[in-house]
Antibody, heavy 127, light 106 residues
Framework: EVQLVESGGGLVQPGGSLRLSCAAS????????MNWVRQAPGKGLEWVSY????????YYADSVKGRFTISRDNAKNSLYLQMNSLRAEDTAVYYC????????????????????WGQGTLVTVSP | DIQMTQSPSTLSASVGDRVTITCRAS??????LAWYQQKPGKAPKLLIY???SLESGVPSRFSGSGSGTEFTLTINSLQPDDFATYYC????????FGQGTKVEIK
């Protein structure tokens, strides 16, 4: 069974830092592109960041570029989001999400949509 | 950046109704569009990918159509379990979500 379990959320002051983790199980983590998606209280979904299976391609939303860093450790089946210079508007539930991927002949291709999500971890930025 | 605009923002409907939600892209995204359902306090659930392909396990009353810049999600014969918020997501260039459409009980 595919499982994604986020952790590391909490209350942090403006300007502070926090590191989120996502523990993956039930699939070959090293073959899958992963993303972080967030949702502010009562608001819609916002894509935050993307990392390819080998970490060779990384992208960020403009709203977090220069402040957040996505990374992964395929040996530990884990995805991370280092969040620095946090602002009130970063308050949200943060989800890790797996991109649907097909593998054939030793190579894998991700398709861009999210077939599995974690349960989310809440980050609150407040004095 | 590609912007995604959903309409309406809120939709009131009754059990058994046919419901249609529209999603427009600010530029062509071919068929690289997905639809998700989200219930309060829960993670989103994939319904449709590549504009019209039904995810395994999703009831056949859900269907998607469109290409280019205009897309629709249709729910035939709305069921009590379908009252939720629906999001479209483009994956032609990076990833972007629409702002959501809440389907509520009339």
């Amino acid at each position: 069974e595919v499982q994604l379990v986020e952790s590391g959320g909490g209350l942090v002051q403006p300007g502070g830092s926090l590191r989120l983790s996502c523990a993956a199980s039930g699939f070959t983590f090293s073959s899958f592109t992963m993303n972080w998606v967030r949702q502010a209280p009562g608001k819609g979904l916002e894509w935050v960041s993307y990392i390819s299976s080998s970490s060779s391609r990384i992208y960020y939303a403009d709203s977090v570029k220069g402040r957040f860093t996505i990374s992964r450790d395929n040996a530990k089946n884990s995805l991370y989001l280092q969040m620095n210079s946090l602002r009130a508007e970063d308050t949200a539930v943060y989800y890790c999400a797996r991109e649907y991927t097909q593998c054939s002949g030793g190579s894998c291709h991700s398709f861009g949509y999210f077939d599995y999500w974690g349960q989310g971890t809440l980050v609150t930025v407040s004095p | 950046d590609i912007q995604m605009t959903q309409s309406p923002s809120t939709l009131s409907a009754s059990v058994g109704d046919r419901v249609t939600i529209t999603c427009r892209a600010s530029q062509s995204i071919s068929s690289w569009l997905a639809w998700y359902q989200q219930k309060p306090g829960k993670a989103p659930k994939l319904l449709i990918y590549k504009a019209s392909s039904l995810e395994s396990g999703v009831p056949s009353r859900f269907s998607g159509s469109g290409s280019g810049t205009e897309f629709t999600l249709t729910i035939n014969s709305l069921q009590p379990d379908d009252f939720a918020t629906y999001y479209c997501q483009q994956y032609n260039t990076f990833r972007t979500f629409g702002q959501g459409t809440k389907v509520e009980i009339k």
